[in-house]
């Protein structure tokens, strides 16, 4: 019997390491290595809040007896901070599922240009009280079969960043319409503009291109990822190009799906 198991063992050992060697380790190691950094990235990200809240309230612990109305600044910061951890962790949440293929796609039929309209409707308000132009172009008349809240959630963030980029007196533009088929949408500003070499990494997660103004602007770089994984999972592709005279132009297209 001990023979036997020594020979079990020993043909065991050399059948593994005939697999390990002519498997083609590089895909795993290079996205255990991706998991790695996501989670070095997204505790880096939850500690900067935190710590500034944490200073905050041991600041506020100093002057048990100051009047509320002389604390407000520590408590708004406080707040504000709170308020993007909560989101930090939404979208943390959406990419981990997303990434244990947790979440499923639903589809249901949709009459594409009223569920449109209403996506975009409260940015008209929003973009008139910042004195910015906002111009809705919708031709595309049929029912696709599409995950609502996934592409309502894909609109919000594209239409967020075209806000959050762009000044008084630009425009943002969104239309959606049908070419052979594809439909496809798209978002067009005339902010700041994303340099050429980096239209690849805006989509890869945590990444800005200038940390300091969307720490600002309350962006912590991943949107963009959520965006590119409802595009995938929907079929579809995403361009980046440059608008004129600046600014930017996101391009959707998704393969017509009808029921
Ligand atoms: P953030 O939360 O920082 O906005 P995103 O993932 O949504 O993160 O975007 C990643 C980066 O892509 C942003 O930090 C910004 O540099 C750039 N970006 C995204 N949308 C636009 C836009 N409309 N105009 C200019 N730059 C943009």
Excluded at 1 to 23: C, E, G, K, Q, R
């Amino acid at each position: 019997i001990l023979v036997l198991t020594v020979v079990f063992f020993w043909a065991l050992s050399i059948l593994l390491s005939y697999f390990l060697s002519h498997m083609n380790m590089r895909p795993i190691v290079k996205s255990w290595q991706r998991q790695q950094d996501f989670v070095a990235n997204a505790a880096h990200e939850l500690r900067t809040p935190l710590t500034i809240i944490q200073s905050k309230i041991e600041l506020l612990l100093t002057k048990p007896h100051d009047k509320i109305i002389n604390q407000m600044e520590p408590i708004a910061l406080s707040l504000s901070e709170t308020r993007r951890l909560n989101q930090l962790t939404k979208e943390l949440l959406v990419l981990a599922r997303s990434d244990s293929n947790m979440t499923q796609v639903t589809y249901q039929p949709t009459k594409m240009a009223p569920f449109l309209k209403q996506v975009v409707a409260p940015y008209s308000e929003i973009a008139a009280s910042q004195k910015k132009q906002f111009r809705v172009q919708i031709t595309l008349q049929a029912t696709q079969l599409i995950d609502q809240k996934r592409i309502h959630q894909l609109l919000v963030i594209l239409l967020d960043n075209a806000l959050k980029y762009t000044q008084t007196g630009d425009q943002i533009q969104f239309k959606a319409w049908v070419h052979g088929n594809r439909w496809l949408l798209e978002v067009a500003d005339t902010g700041v503009g994303i340099a050429p070499k980096n239209r690849k990494a805006i989509f890869e997660r945590f990444y800005r291109e200038d940390k300091s103004r969307s720490r600002q602007t309350g962006g912590n770089g991943l949107g963009l990822a959520i965006a590119k994984w409802i595009i995938t999972s929907h079929k579809g592709t995403v361009k980046v190009l440059a608008n004129r005279p600046h600014g930017s132009r996101f391009i959707l297209s998704f393969p017509v799906r009808r029921h």
